[in-house]
């Protein structure tokens, strides 16, 4: 039975949404995924109508199966790995269920959507032009839209229909004259490491700055801008005042809280981290210490996320290294702008937000993380340690050339996906030169997949017991379930239906709540169909308790934030 969508359709050009099925076809010909295509197939009829004095569109969606449809030398791709449609949208869901009358407030989602510029298809996952998502609940009711960011790069790329500044894995074309290219090559070693050359598409995070601003980021700290949350339009950059952006890159997932933000800086020169906090308000970050790489390489190990306890920050140096010869060669290797140097050591140092003091430097088994989870202070006969989590791959760095957008969408139902865990390390303070590496969880409970992770965030830097994460239903070559870890009774609760690529489940605490599960958790899921729909489940039972279809398929998204309403 068609499902039945209250639109306030609002495009791009004024354009309007009529209840569209979007079957993507894509060629393999090549690595590089040349010549994908959209179908557009225009099914129903639209009808409007006026409620409360506001014109809405009221659409028959089609039937949740389209028909199938055979192409020589072409095959469907899951709607997760394809383009938005419309630079922008805006209209109001239609709910299946009851969404919490507490929940009131906005659901921010950042995250790569469009994937090509003129006749240029990207290569990987994370070259994609910020894309924002929101799900505003008002008293029941979801209000939703998306709009590509404004960054530079985005614009540019528009007005010129080619790639301007270096993603990824992408790097600008040099001029075809090979006198020229003699001084373009030149040139852009200069605008390399000036960080001119970088790009500012901010397609990694949101979040909420103490102050109520809201900023999307990327590794580069020139892609750090800030947006309206209600409208989703691109304000401007958000301009450091520290005199600290010289060394250009940062962590995509800084740590924020209502009184501060904390971050890290990577040392290309003099490779090591600086370890930065902003205070709310403020555009200014401090230096409260510095760690020194210890491993041998001329790197500082990729930094993506880090972790905090209530009074140390957790410093991770990882053999994923950065590499001058990959970040300056036109293609990229299968570890892009890394190099895997596992004979260098591992390592995880400890700093005192206090003083900036190292307090630990330990060497601990090889591991390679996007994202780090929760950490927190234990005592152990007397001694202090620290318990950090992460999303862990084995130390199996096959995990980033897997993103590229041809294995995507051409492994779709292989289980290629690489293992990945909880890993739990845990941290001495007395001085030990090595720490532990351990496996928090049976990683089968969870299907062997394990990122795109929330906590309940009063429990950040607080020993905790559940968090929520994107496991697996193999085979797949792609997280594709939501799971609920349980760590003291090391259980977990998995959400799965057939064909379906959720994104990260962000948990929503419930106000005035006295368990930690109490809330719920939201994720916006793309369809095999080419649909998209919004879902809700409880955070203790894992149960669904709503969801809200698009109109339209939404590609797949990275991070999220939480915006309460007051």
Not at 69 to 90: F, P
Not at 177 to 204: H, M, P, Q, R, Y
Request: glycine share 8%; with cysteine; aromatic share 8%.
């Amino acid at each position: 039975m068609a499902s039945l969508i209250t639109t306030k359709a609002i495009m791009s050009h004024h354009h309007v949404l009529s209840s569209t099925r979007i079957t993507t076809l894509c060629s393999d010909k090549s690595i590089d995924d040349k010549q994908i295509k959209t179908k557009l197939q225009i099914s129903n009829r639209l009808s409007s109508r006026r409620i409360s004095g506001v014109t809405r569109a009221v659409i028959d969606s089609p039937a949740s199966s389209p028909e199938k449809e055979k192409m020589e030398g072409e095959r469907r791709c899951h709607v997760a790995w394809t383009s938005v449609q419309q630079e922008k949208w805006e209209g109001e869901l239609t709910v299946q269920g009851k969404i919490p009358t507490w929940l009131n407030g906005t659901y921010l989602r950042n995250g790569p959507g469009l994937w090509n510029v003129g006749d240029h298809d990207f290569r990987h996952l994370f070259d994609g032009y910020s894309t924002l998502v929101k799900l505003q609940f008002d008293d029941g009711r979801i209000l939703s839209g998306h709009r590509l960011l404004e960054s530079d790069a985005y614009k540019a790329a528009k007005k010129h229909k080619k790639l301007c500044y270096r993603e990824f894995s992408e790097t600008p074309k040099p001029a075809r004259n090979s006198f020229k290219n003699l001084f373009s090559g030149i040139g852009e070693i200069v605008k390399l490491f000036s960080g001119e050359s970088l790009t500012d598409n901010a397609n990694t995070g949101v979040v909420r700055l103490g102050d109520g601003r809201v900023m999307c980021l990327t590794e580069t700290q020139k892609g750090s801008i800030l947006v309206d949350h209600e409208t989703l339009e691109t304000i401007g950059k958000f301009e450091y005042d520290d005199g600290l952006c010289d060394h250009m890159i940062q962590s995509a997932h800084p740590i924020v809280t209502e009184t501060e933000m904390w971050t890290l800086i990577p040392d290309l020169v003099k490779p090591g981290y600086r370890v930065v906090r902003m205070e709310a308000g403020s555009n200014k970050r401090e230096v409260v210490g510095r760690v020194k790489c210890r491993a041998g390489s001329w790197g500082p190990g990729w930094v993506h996320s880090f972790a905090v306890t209530e009074n140390y920050v957790v410093i991770p140096e990882m053999p994923l290294r950065y590499s001058v010869k990959n970040l300056l060669r036109a293609e990229p290797t299968p570890l892009y702008k890394f190099e895997w140097c596992p004979d260098d050591g591992a390592f995880v140092h400890v700093m005192s937000k206090l003083t900036g003091e190292i307090v630990a430097s330990v060497e601990v088994p090889a591991y390679v993380t996007f994202h780090f989870i929760n950490a927190y202070e234990e005592d152990e006969n007397g001694e202090t340690v620290i318990i950090a989590d992460c999303c862990e791959h084995n130390a199996d760095t096959r995990i980033l050339d897997m993103l590229r957008l041809h294995t995507l969408r051409s492994s779709h139902g292989h289980d290629v996906l690489p293992d990945a865990r909880i890993g739990r390390f845990k941290i001495p303070l007395d001085g030990s030169k090595y720490g532990k590496l351990e496996t928090a969880v049976d990683a089968e409970k969870h299907g062997r997949a394990m990122d795109m992770c929330s906590i309940n965030p009063l429990y950040l830097g607080l020993k905790y017991r559940y968090l929520y994460a994107c496991g697996a239903q193999r085979p797949c070559n792609f997280p594709n379930a939501l799971s609920k870890v349980d760590l003291v009774e090391k259980e977990v609760k998995n959400w799965h239906e057939h064909g379906v690529i959720p994104s990260e489940p962000f948990f929503v605490p419930r106000p005035g709540a006295t368990h930690e599960d109490d809330g719920v958790v939201i994720s916006i899921v793309s369809e095999e169909n080419g649909g998209s729909f919004a879902i809700l489940l409880d955070g203790s039972s894992f149960e669904e308790i709503a969801r809200a279809k698009f109109p339209y398929g939404l590609p797949y998204g990275l991070h999220g934030c939480w915006i309460p309403k007051h």
